[in-house]
């Protein structure tokens, strides 16, 4: 009787040592995984520049646009870009080179106005030279394509009745491209040769006159796209 005492007593006294103490509950939380703030996106800005072309260039020009930034794909930075809301100027007089580029290439059924953005053979001359605010467009395929479709800028607002410059497109161009050395796509840059730009035949330079026959111009221009952050911050020109 003695012995079962000792013995159901060792057991309880070891069945109460070796349980496990309860664990203290864990922080709220801490088996979450903490949530990861979202990369930012890098925006560029666009640019018409001049000075690039030592055989002539910068017949369009530009501030900075658009004033939020656009994502470009940095592997092929032009392949596919649209910019609403864009101003540029045209400014005379362009520096392409009619046998050479698409200058040389382009053919119409129509009567072709070589110009420069003045139209010949008006008196007193029209012109599209000047300000105007539309949508611009850049493609890549077998070649680089550009095209502008807005109204005249007079006084700082839109016009239309001022003129308007509609389906101006190049197409086909040889597109030279060059990039920030760095490594670090600080600013892509794209440059087009003689280019063939024609204007659509609802073009119109004053908003009265619609000249008969296909305005082309042959235009030499520069587009630099760098990241939007250098623009503000720096101020770069």
Known sequence: MIRRLVTATAILSCALACSDAPSAPSPVGSTVSAAKSPSPVTRYKLRFVSGVNQLGDGEIQSEWFPDTGIVLNTRSPWKSIVAPSTSIDLLNSTHGHWNAGTCATFRS???????????????????????????????????????????????????????????????????????????????FQLEIRDAALKFGSASTPDGVSNPAGVEVACASFTIRATKSTLVEVTGIP
């Not at 807005?150 to 101006?168: E, F, K, M, T």
Request: hydrophobic share 30%.
């Open 109 to 187: 059924s129509a009567p072709i106005n070589v110009t420069s953005w003045d139209l010949a053979g008006t008196s007193p001359v029209l012109s599209f030279s000047g300000r105007w605010q539309g949508t611009l467009a850049i493609t890549q395929m077998t070649g680089t394509s550009v095209s502008f479709d807005g109204d005249r800028v007079v006084g700082g607002s839109v016009a239309p009745d001022a003129g308007g410059i509609h389906n101006v497109v190049t197409n086909g161009n040889q597109g030279y491209e060059t990039k920030d050395p760095s490594g670090k796509d600080d600013w």
